[in-house]
Antibody, heavy 115, light 108 residues
Framework: EVELVEAGGAFVQPGGSLRLSCAAS????????MHWVRQAPGKGPVWVSH????????TYADSVKGRFTISRDNTKNTLSLQMNNLRVEDTGVYYC????????WGRGTLVTVAS | DIQMTQSPSSLSASVGDRVTITCRAS??????LGWFQQKPGKAPQRLIS???TLQSGVPSRFSGSGSGTEFTLTISRLQPEDVATYYC??????????FGPGTKVEIK
């Protein structure tokens, strides 16, 4: 059974940093593109970043480019998102999701950016 | 970037009613579209891939159709457990992957 479990969400002040992780199991992690998607309170989901199966290519939403870095460790079946210079508008639940069509999602981890 | 729109933004229907949600893309996305259901406090769950392929375990009252720029999600007989917000997602031209704004479905 495919399982994705996010961790690392926390309360942080504007300008701060946070590192999220996503532990994958139940499938061959190294064969799949992976994504981060976020959802602000009361809003719809918004794609944040993606990484190729081997880490050779990464892409980002304009709103996070230069501040967020996605990475993966295929030996540990783990996806990460390093978030720097956080803004109030980065607040939301962050989900990891699998594959080009985002077929499976984790339960999410809450990031709150506020002073 | 491809923009996705959905209509209606919300609807209220009776149990047993047929419900139709429309998603439109700003450019041709072939059939690279998924439909997702999100219940309060839960992660989105994909119901349909490739515009019309029902995911394993999803009730057969859900169906999808369309290609190109116009797509439809239909619930043939609305059930109480279908109360949720429904989103479409295009994965044809990326980045970015883009979601529709959502349709909130309630029971009358």
């Amino acid at each position: 059974e495919v399982e994705l479990v996010e961790a690392g969400g926390a309360f942080v002040q504007p300008g701060g940093s946070l590192r999220l992780s996503c532990a994958a199991s139940g499938f061959s992690f190294s064969n799949y593109w992976m994504h981060w998607v976020r959802q602000a309170p009361g809003k719809g989901p918004v794609w944040v970043s993606h990484i190729h199966h081997d880490g050779s290519r990464t892409t980002y939403a304009d709103s996070v480019k230069g501040r967020f870095t996605i990475s993966r460790d295929n030996t540990k079946n783990t996806l990460s998102l390093q978030m720097n210079n956080l803004r109030v508008e980065d607040t939301g639940v962050y989900y990891c999701a699998r594959a080009a069509g985002l077929d499976y999602w984790g339960r999410g981890t809450l990031v709150t950016v506020a002073s | 970037d491809i923009q996705m729109t959905q209509s209606p933004s919300s609807l209220s229907a009776s149990v047993g009613d047929r419900v139709t949600i429309t998603c439109r893309a700003s450019q041709d996305i072939r059939n690279d579209l998924g439909w997702f259901q999100q219940k309060p406090g839960k992660a989105p769950q994909r119901l349909i891939s490739a515009a019309s392929t029902l995911q394993s375990g999803v009730p057969s009252r859900f169906s999808g159709s369309g290609s190109g720029t116009e797509f439809t999600l239909t619930i043939s007989r609305l059930q109480p457990e279908d109360v949720a917000t429904y989103y479409c997602l295009q994965h044809n031209r990326y980045p970015p992957w883009t979601f529709g704004p959502g349709t909130k479905v309630e029971i009358k």
